[in-house]
């Protein structure tokens, strides 16, 4: 088995990690170039635990060798504002994973090749196209790439990804001739969701779908040209160019101009019932992205006419709350009057205990009530529930 140092890539304009929105929406990624990249604290979390997940592969891969030097980066690493016990328990189950996957390969194959944090580069069907593959296995028979995804919002499917149908592209265009493949596997590692799920291709399947999809709508997506499609890959694949775009505004507003869109909901018939839910989500995303947009122009001191800046809603607090007891104990107020107890939040608890010391404690302890029922589209992965009362049919003919 040999394993290769990470190398640290720069920025692909059409990057693996955006490739279902230029591959969807292939004006999008010219249009994105005249705005700024947007960071957030769950991306800066995120890459992170990507740091936390390469030294625990490296450690496993290089074993006694590294273990100076991993014990110096790990106490580096608990300096990090981002450092918990809950999330290296959650990287490590993320890198257990990818251990029983490595020994895996190596049984099938001892010479297989072991790739960390690499720079991948698919620029046969994408003009100047790279990624970062978070692990990548190549093997006699099977290539596997890896990819760790800390987020807890939305399960990540590994079916019909194509960041990382991108990602395993690259690394069979890079390493496919050393080795006989014959199928590839893409594998979400998002511990926090207990997702670990995988998808199998074949090759000649990938690079079908290489040739036929991926290159001509990659060189659209380079040129600028197309259409624009606006839908739920705006907000997904968090376009930059999202607050402005006029074909996500005209989506978002086609509702609006229906001549049944102002009738109360009961009036309407089942076709324009679904015809006002198509667009209504893009639409409320839509506005609340316009108003997210605005308020960061007017707080940069940009003039909305008609719109001006206030002062929200404050709250008193303690200018210094240890202060505040020391004045309050003097002047005999007992601590029990002045302090309030009260149990950490499930959450909390979990992130200041660590995830398996907290389950082997409070497993039996914890209830989760059922949640609120939202309506979904009818391809969302969640288990449908089924009525109280039973299924009963929308009169069609209602108007």
């Known amino acids: 088995m040999t394993a290769v140092i990470p190398i640290q890539p720069a920025h692909a304009k059409l ?56 014990e110096h980066r790990l106490r580096q690493l608990q300096q990090n504002q981002h450092w918990s016990q809950d999330l290296f328990e959650h990287v490590d189950r993320a890198a257990v994973a990818a251990f029983e996957r490595i020994d895996e390969a190596d049984a099938r194959c001892p010479d297989s090749l072991v790739l960390v944090e690499q720079r991948l580069d698919f620029s046969p069907w994408v003009p100047e196209g790279f990624g970062t593959g978070d692990l990548v296995i190549v093997a006699d028979g099977l290539l596997e790439v890896m990819d760790l995804k800390y987020g807890k919002g939305i399960p990540v499917d590994a079916e019909g990804n194509t960041q990382m149908m991108l990602y395993a592209l690259g690394a069979l265009n ?43 709508r990659a060189r659209m997506a380079w040129d600028g040209v197309g259409e624009f499609v606006p839908g739920e890959h705006c907000t997904s694949g968090f376009c930059r160019a999202r607050f402005q775009c006029p074909a996500r505004a005209e989506a978002a507003l086609e509702v609006a101009r229906k001549d049944f869109a102002l009738q109360p909901p009961e009036l309407l018939t089942v076709d324009q019932l679904l015809a006002v839910l198509a667009k209504a989500d893009l639409a409320m995303k839509w506005l609340a992205d316009v108003q997210s947009f605005a308020l960061k122009q007017a707080e940069a001191g940009h003039e909305i006419p008609g ?23 003097e002047a005999g107020i007992p601590e029990p009057v002045i302090y309030e107890r009260s149990l950490l939040g499930i959450t909390a608890m979990e992130k200041a205990i660590g995830k398996k010391k907290f389950a082997d404690l409070l497993d039996d302890l914890i209830v989760k009530p059922s949640g609120k029922p939202t309506l979904v589209r009818a391809e969302d992965k969640r288990q449908a529930l089924l009525p109280e009362h039973g299924f009963s049919v929308i009169d069609a003919d209602r108007s």
Request: charged letters at 30%.
């Open 174 to 216: 890079q390493h496919g001739h050393l080795y006989d493949v014959k199928r590839v596997r893409m594998t979400i590692l998002q511990p926090r969701l207990d997702n670990f799920a995988s998808a199998e291709m074949l090759v000649e399947d990938l690079l079908e779908w290489a040739d036929k999809t991926v290159r001509p």
């Open 307 to 329: 719109w001006k800046l206030v002062e929200g809603r404050s709250n008193r607090k303690y200018a210094d709350p240890d202060a505040v007891a020391a004045k309050l104990v």
């Open 15 to 70: 990057s693996a990690s955006g490739s279902k929105k230029w591959l969807t929406c292939t004006r999008s990624a010219q249009l994105e170039d005249q705005f700024p990249d947007e960071r957030s604290v769950f991306a800066e979390e995120g890459t992170f635990a990507h740091e936390v997940f390469e030294l625990l592969i490296r450690k496993y891969l290089e074993g006694a060798m590294l273990s100076p030097p991993y």
